[in-house]
């Protein structure tokens, strides 16, 4: 079984692979210095210890919601590297799309965000669009007679 040459390498000789790996990385940083930072904020921690913020109960359903979305980047960071390339790349395309429609919405959400939050969201809608752009563009090997 022949197999048509693919580019796995892109710009600075990284991988594809580990590239996708490590903007999973770098956005999950993202996502929970922000959550840190928010603990800081003293009208938002004054939300978290009443269990009401901006009008979200903060109910065991809201928040297994919220773990299943804080882990879908967590678990891409292993995902992009052990899953088979073609697996991954649409791992990629539908966990990138996922997480960057989030954060864009929550930037809709409550009040408006805080000029900190604007920032990590900024970078986090960068990284998580990126890797789309990334995964969309990945050249997988596929079989000569497929």
């Not at 390498?9 to 692979?17: E, H, Q, S, V």
């Not at 088979?84 to 791992?91: G, H, K, L, V, Y």
């Amino acid at each position: 079984m022949q197999t048509t040459t693919t580019t796995t390498t892109t710009r600075g000789g990284m991988d594809t692979a580990t590239r996708l790996s490590l903007l999973w990385i770098f956005a999950s940083l993202n996502y929970l210095y922000c959550d840190v930072l928010g603990l800081m904020d003293p009208g938002l921690l004054r939300q978290f210890l009443t269990g009401t913020v901006e009008g979200i109960e903060m109910s065991q359903g809201f928040l297994l919601g919220a773990a299943v979305l804080v882990e879908i980047p967590i678990a891409m960071v292993v995902l992009s590297r052990l899953l088979a390339p073609a697996a991954s790349r649409w791992a990629n395309v539908v966990a990138g799309s996922v997480m960057t429609v989030v954060q864009l919405g929550s930037l809709f959400a409550g009040g408006g965000p805080t000029a900190y939050y604007a920032f990590f969201s900024a970078l986090e809608i960068a990284a998580t669009a990126y890797v789309v752009l990334t995964a969309w563009t990945w050249r997988v090997a596929v079989p000569a007679d497929a």
